[in-house]
Nanobody
Framework: VQLSESGGGLVQIGDSLRLSCVAS????????LGWFRQVPGEERQFVAA????????YYADSVKGRFTISRVSAENTVYLQMTSLRPEDTALYSC???????????????WGQGTQVTVSS
């Protein structure tokens, strides 16, 4: 399964964006798709994840109440709806696939190329 992200851009504080992560094939029900973000010089940081089968969701405390992760099975796509964006949300956002839920990026694989989100102050 290859993953491809899109939807990033340059926005203002308080704006919204929806990121997409499209899988080239259907993930297994046990798979977890996770969104991470990374700024230069730092490790990928967990943002949100969703279990493909059943749709259970997980969020980092920093984005709870502002970001929503969802999936559309028919499209093999995971979305990350981001609202009330802040300058500290600026990062390269990538999605990865894991066999189970974890917040460590080392658990995930099949990373896409990422999509840049820049929140201007």
């Amino acid at each position: 399964v290859q993953l491809s992200e899109s939807g990033g851009g340059l926005v203002q504080i308080g704006d919204s964006l929806r990121l997409s992560c499209v899988a080239s094939g259907r993930p297994y029900s046990s798979h977890v798709l996770g969104w991470f973000r990374q700024v230069p010089g730092e490790e990928r940081q967990f943002v949100a994840a969703i279990r493909w089968g059943g749709g259970r969701t997980y969020y980092a405390d920093s984005v709870k109440g502002r970001f929503t992760i969802s999936r559309v099975s028919a499209e093999n796509t995971v979305y990350l709806q981001m609202t009330s964006l802040r300058p500290e949300d600026t990062a390269l956002y990538s999605c990865g696939l894991a066999n189970g839920y974890d917040t460590s990026p080392r658990t995930y694989r099949n990373w896409g190329q990422g999509t840049q989100v820049t929140v201007s102050s």
